[in-house]
C-alpha cells in the first residue's frame, strides 16, 4: 500500500498537539497538510482517534471522522468548514471535530489519512466503525500524524 505523507505546522509527529485544539479549550482542529495522493483516488478520508482511551473508557476514543474530501485537498485549515466533505458522529455525540479531552494522564492521539478509490455515501450518523467498514477493499493509501496531549 502507498504511503500519504499528513503533517502539521502546529505541532510534528510525536510531539504536544497545542492548547487550543483540545475539547476544553477553543475545540477547533489543527491545520494539516496531505501529500501524495495517487492519481487513482477519488475521495479522501480522515479519522482522529486515541488509542489510550482504552482503560478509561473501555475503547479507543473517536474524535473526528470525515470523508469525501476532495482530492484538491492538500491543506486542511485550522477550524476548518468541512461543507465540501461529509463527517460523522464522534465519541462526544457530535457531528465534527472533538479535540483532545484525556480524563487520567497524557494521551496520544492518531491523525489517519486516507486516499480511496472511490467516494462514499453514508449517513452523518456514521461512526469511525461505520466508515473503516466502508472503506474497506477501497483504501490506496494512508499516512498517519501523531500527536499527544495531557490530561485536563
Do not use: C
Request: charged share 25%.
Amino acid at each position: 500500500m502507498a504511503m500519504l505523507t499528513l503533517t502539521s505546522p502546529a505541532f510534528d509527529d510525536g510531539e504536544r498537539i497545542p492548547d487550543r485544539y483540545g475539547y476544553g479549550e477553543a475545540n477547533v482542529n489543527p491545520p494539516l497538510e496531505i501529500e501524495g495522493v495517487p492519481d487513482e483516488a477519488e475521495s479522501l478520508a480522515l479519522i482522529v482517534d486515541d488509542p489510550d482511551a482504552v482503560e478509561p473508557a473501555g475503547k479507543i476514543w473517536d474524535h473526528w471522522i470525515v470523508w469525501n474530501v476532495p482530492l484538491e485537498t492538500e491543506t486542511i485549515p485550522e477550524d476548518w468548514d468541512a461543507d465540501d466533505a461529509a463527517e460523522g458522529t464522534n465519541d462526544f455525540g457530535d457531528v465534527g471535530y472533538g479535540g483532545p479531552s484525556p480524563p487520567d494522564r497524557e494521551h496520544a492521539y492518531r491523525f489517519a489519512v486516507f486516499a480511496l478509490d472511490t467516494t462514499l455515501e453514508l449517513d452523518p450518523k456514521t461512526d469511525a466503525d461505520g466508515l473503516r467498514s466502508a472503506m474497506s477493499g477501497h483504501v490506496l493509501a494512508q499516512g498517519q500524524l501523531e500527536g499527544r496531549y495531557p490530561s485536563t
